[in-house]
């Protein structure tokens, strides 16, 4: 009894660990098994974990003799995360190279090409700018102060316009940047004196451009629509609470309205909300929809019972090698993102603190935002997630955990 094995784990697979449990992902099956981190366990994982072991380490007969070792590689092989052969069959040391995220790479690139002044390539970075074009509106929503700080959604919680001079100026500074996408909310943005022509000079680009309103502004602005027709930008109706369905009807019979690209937005903040949202997407046959959960700070109950993850929530369901690694480097709900208020003021997050301004240099900015920014890259590296095995699994941080002042949203680490 002096046989030798190699013992390894599939290179589609990643294995991560608290002080108590082990968790071993499989990315291909979507398997995920977890096991408690027994003393032998533990030494085995922490070498497979280093670089230097490639994911596979030599282990003995005696080593299978541990009855917990054995079920753990069992485990193991059965899910087809990793196999344990014997030497005699498979002498040189199988060898998978240590996945290192490519992102991780380029920002400390970045930060060593850059010590002296950031460069463009920096701009690449940028994915999504958000525009809040204008504040007015005669709506008087309970939502206004809080629901743009969660989503994407309008607000009169800033001052003045932007104009479409300052507009045009920035996006200009912007070419040759990552930039697809942007957002023009308001305010109401049918207030917007130049509104017209702000559509016309976004038709002349390729960005994929999304116009936000507001349901009850919308409906008293149906005759403007004629502004985005044959255009490039797509209509998102934002909806909060009261709905009114005759609103919802006389929109929807606009001959108008029906020709366009658009996406519903539905604020909820309760069950019979939901609900209520369910019957009407039902009755309209809307289609193209997205239901936002709303904290109003007195929901927290809802929040609790629709919002955070239950343990089999986060075991449940895929996650691709690309996903695992870019969370553990970038917050994938901010990274890339830009809001631009009123004011010309640029923020990478609404609810942190400004990055600049639009006659600033941008590519200083989201370098500066990159390397000591709390919003592109703000992962779960905080207690309690920070040894909880599930770290990684877990989406990373959104503007929920923000708004209701909790670092985990789950019934793991209540
Ligand atoms: S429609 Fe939008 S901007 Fe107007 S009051 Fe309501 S939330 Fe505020
Ligand atoms: S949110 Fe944090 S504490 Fe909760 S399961 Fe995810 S990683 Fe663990």
Redesign the pocket.
Known sequence: MNNKYWFYIEPHCFIHTNSKLVIIINTMSSTKKVFKKTRRIAEIVDKLMTRESYFCVELSDIDLTDNEVFIFIQEIRSSFSGDCVNQNHVRAKPIFPYPLLKLQRQISNLEKIDEISPGVDVLTYLKELTFYINSECKLNCSCCQNAFKQTTFCTKAFNGKITLTEIAGFVKKLQGSGLNVINIVGGDIFNYSELQDLVDFFNRTSYKIFYHSQLQNLRFNLIKLNYFKGGNGALNVNVNFPIDTNVIEEICSDPVFREMHCRWNFLVSSDDEFDEVSRVIEAFKIENVMVYPFYNFRNLVFFESRVF?EERD?LFGNISKQTYFSRQIINENNFGKMKVLPQGTLFSNLNNESIGCIDDFVPELLFRELKNGNSWLNI?NMQ??SD?V??WL?PSPSNYELAIGKP???H??P
């Open positions: 993850m986060i779960r309690p997630c909880c599930y770290q877990c985990n949203l789950c793991v680490k």
